[in-house]
């Protein structure tokens, strides 16, 4: 046989002058975010780049680390910008970043086993509890992001409810019910709780909007009567999903309510706090999420507001054999050893759909060690002021209307021109999205609210300043004008 | 307001200091994994090291770092090292995880928006369907691994089959399908594919599992029988499931029957090709796999066998509009534009469970640049001849019997002593095997053949020489006798 090859340089002395020059060019990269735009279009041969040929020969670590640097690395989504307040997103750290290349170094596959970096997730899963003041005996599990954690959760809910009654869903399936299941939710929840209702078998059907009111959060009364009426017409109630934080004005439910109301019904009470159940980390905040601790199961970001880079998510279920009973297979290539390796009391696998899974907790870990969660806490609390004064500027301008209470971090409202029926301003601040992204200047996204097109404005980030805010909002107002002006 | 924070250094001196020592670790760390035990246990102190209060204080990066290097590093899985080949892991390489760092820093939002990342991934997953010879329109996503890529796949069936019968599922629920819907696979099928069924609420009944032959590949004709006593029964089968390597001895079914099958039967015809499918890049594997391009969906993994760093799977579905049909959603906030970032004509989010994605196209398409897959298509070859070799051994020794015909790089054997009865051997292998584990020489695991336990040496690892294989067998037989001696 030839002399075995692999992966590995004979000599890494190449590879490691190109890691070190990469780790400078990542830093200088961050260092002068502020200096370029915060998004710009994709060069026009761009789609032609990226549709080559299987590369069958090599090209070398340098060639495509140039290409990355030339072709990649000047033109990102932008969320790492100071004036990114888009959707909602973090804006990571370059530790962070460091933290994935060590997870990726080591690379254990955290599916289960006795090793070290099983005991780093439980420790990171345990702070999450911490967090939203959930106790350390709480099931938990990292996963990709917010759907997954939601999809976990109303997972759990269907079968151990099921399972209260007799049913093994697991094995006879949504069909082995005797009532329609439904769950119900805000007309403000998000998108990803419908899309884990039909993928778990039990349709958008399932899946009850229950109004609002004023402040875009669940009416309570309402939903009392929804779940009267529902059991009246012998359709079984399973889960209430109560949100702190939704995804279009960052709305936090009366989350107390919804518990009072769960435990009176015997529902399962899920929280999607993939937005806000961070903020329960800070002092100020922590009151308008009281009731989150008393969640049957929850999902959180950690990907999103602790700026932890993609991807981290956390799923907490209070009952550990629920969260287990759900997702528990334990084939002859899995069963358990007393000693080695193939021991361990924890397999990960069994609380989620993967079985492999990557060292996502490094990252966290690190970067709660680094900073320590009192200051990410303050820079929630900054991003909730930054909104507010946001808000007071919009509000304090006679072309501005903010079109929705801020909640948290989230600010939504329009350019309005007096001379414009409503219907046009849909256009015309659609158009000036458009063109503020295209100056590179800020990125808010939109959304829209009673049917009404708007600009909005997430600020989920780190590196925004007080100062960046007028930055946007002098641009928003001048384009504003040129389009009033013109259309 | 008091000075904005962010958690940006004002001065990134000392954590650019740090990274360039972090780089020099993870390569030295790289460099010296032969001089390291395959696996250690963890220090009897773990579990209560990592069960600390949440970290309000800052303990600021260097001691955060020096934790890691001290705690965790010398603690891994092990799946790095050239003698590991418990269950199914790839390696990983150094230029893999500096792609990891460099997509935290970009860390894009791999959901979907018009930029330059999302070209990256379209590309890394046309490579993919390359891999296998599926048309470039195949619509495909990359996923945390095989579990994802076969739930995905699964689902896309049950919906689209669904459709076919005027029914729309992710409205309707699995309660609003008429009939009982089957999957069949081989006994040899991966759990993921119960786990897969029992979320999407066909339930754990839906999977029906055929007898195998010798060789452990489906029996077709029962399987034809099968599907032929369901319809008879009023059931309604969906989908068949075919193994392009199976977890346990590395098994291929007869890809091209199945896909015949099915085409008869008019059922979807899905394969789970995390084990074998990219065994398709080389030539002299490539025959087993016919028929594998035929798939109307299928599961891949680039973390295994092509060592690119956790997590990176792909789905791959030939119907594209049925694909899409299983997971878009498009909710206000998401609306796409004419232009600017929130242009775009491809969203991720909308051919699977995840919104927020990370960037973890980029490591495959670096990986793939650096080596060239004529390089990756060689080590799978070298895998191969490695486990062919490491057979031949056992079979030519008296004290150790094989358990199965090998399959692609999967040897199953165990020790065994001449005066033992057969249940004897079954305790003796598995503390065999433990104590292999605990010498740290290597890093096989384990599976049960015929109710018989066994040891299973899977070589998915670019690290591992011919000598590692002798080193592996002596140690085996070894403490073989030992314990043949003592017990």
């Known amino acids: 046989?030839?002399?075995?090859?692999?992966?590995?340089?004979?000599?890494?002395?190449?590879?490691?002058a190109l890691a070190h020059r990469a780790v400078d060019d990542a830093l200088d990269y961050l260092a002068t975010l502020r200096d370029r735009p915060a998004w710009q279009p994709p060069p026009d041969d761009t789609a032609t780049r990226f549709a080559q040929p299987l590369p069958r020969a090599p090209e070398g670590a340098e060639a495509a680390y140039a290409d990355f640097v030339a072709h990649v690395m000047p033109y990102p989504m932008g969320n790492i910008h100071?004036?990114?307040?888009?959707?909602?997103?973090?804006?990571?750290?370059?530790?962070?970043?460091?933290?994935?290349?060590l997870a990726a170094i080591v690379n254990p596959n955290m599916g289960g086993g006795n090793h070290v970096a099983n005991h780093v997730e439980l420790q990171v899963v345990d702070w999450c509890k911490d967090i939203v003041g959930m106790p350390r005996d709480t099931s938990g599990l990292l996963v990709s992001g917010g759907s997954m954690a939601n999809f976990i959760g109303l997972a759990v809910a269907r079968n151990a409810t099921a399972a209260a009654h007799g049913i093994d869903v697991r094995e006879a399936g949504v069909q082995g019910l005797a009532a329609r299941t439904t769950y119900y939710a805000s007309a403000e929840v998000?998108?990803?709780?419908?899309?884990?209702?039909?993928?778990?078998?039990?349709?958008?059907?399932?899946?009850?909007?229950?109004?609002?009111d004023a402040s875009y959060r669940i009416d309570v009364r309402a939903l009392a009567a929804m779940i009267a009426a529902d059991r009246a017409e012998g359709i079984a109630p399973c889960c209430v999903i109560g949100n702190a934080g939704t995804i279009n004005t960052g709305a936090i439910d009366d989350l107390s309510a919804l518990a009072d109301l769960c435990a009176r019904e015997q529902l399962w009470f899920h929280v999607?706090?993939?937005?806000?159940?961070?903020?329960?980390?800070?002092?100020?905040?922590?009151?308008?999420?009281?009731?989150?601790?008393?969640?049957?199961?929850?999902?959180?970001?950690?990907?999103?507001?602790?700026?932890?880079?993609?991807?981290a998510g956390c799923a907490l279920v209070r009952d550990r054999a629920a969260h287990r009973?759900?997702?528990?297979?334990?084939?002859?290539?899995?069963?358990?050893?007393?000693?080695?390796?193939a021991a361990g009391s924890h397999w990960f696998s069994e609380y989620g759909l993967q079985l492999s899974r990557g060292f996502r907790a490094l990252k966290v870990w690190l970067m709660f060690k680094e900073h320590g969660t009192d200051k990410l806490a303050r820079l929630i609390d900054q991003n909730v002021a930054q909104a507010a004064a946001l808000g007071a500027m919009i509000d304090a301008h006679p072309e501005l209307e903010r079109m929705a209470p801020i909640g948290l971090n989230i600010v939504c409202f329009r350019y309005v021109a007096a001379d414009r029926p409503p219907a046009q301003l849909d256009a015309l601040n659609e158009e000036l999205l458009i063109r503020l992204h295209e100056t590179g200047i800020a990125v808010p996204s939109y959304t829209k609210l009673g049917g009404?097109?708007?600009?909005?404005?997430?600020?989920?980030?780190?590196?925004?300043?007080?100062?960046?805010?007028?930055?946007?909002?002098?641009?928003?107002?001048?384009i504003g004008r040129e389009l009033a002006a013109t259309r």
Chains 1, 2 share one sequence.
């Open 190 to 212: 998000h998108s990803c709780a419908q899309k884990a209702l039909e993928q778990l078998g039990l349709g958008s059907r399932a899946l009850r909007k229950v109004p609002v």
């Open 272 to 311: 999607d706090g993939a937005i806000g159940a961070v903020a329960a980390l800070s002092a100020s905040q922590r009151p308008r999420l009281a009731g989150i601790e008393r969640a049957d199961s929850l999902a959180l970001d950690l990907h999103k507001w602790l700026h932890v880079p993609f991807e």
């Open 82 to 101: 100071p004036r990114f307040w888009g959707w909602y997103m973090g804006t990571g750290t370059a530790f962070g970043a460091l933290g994935d290349f």
């Open 452 to 478: 009404r097109y708007c600009l909005r404005v997430a600020i989920a980030n780190h590196r925004t300043r007080g100062e960046d805010l007028q930055i946007a909002l002098d641009a928003i107002v001048t």
């Open 1 to 16: 046989m030839q002399r075995d090859e692999s992966l590995d340089p004979d000599d890494d002395g190449a590879l490691r």
């Open 325 to 341: 009973a759900a997702f528990a297979l334990m084939p002859d290539y899995l069963g358990l050893h007393a000693r080695g390796l």
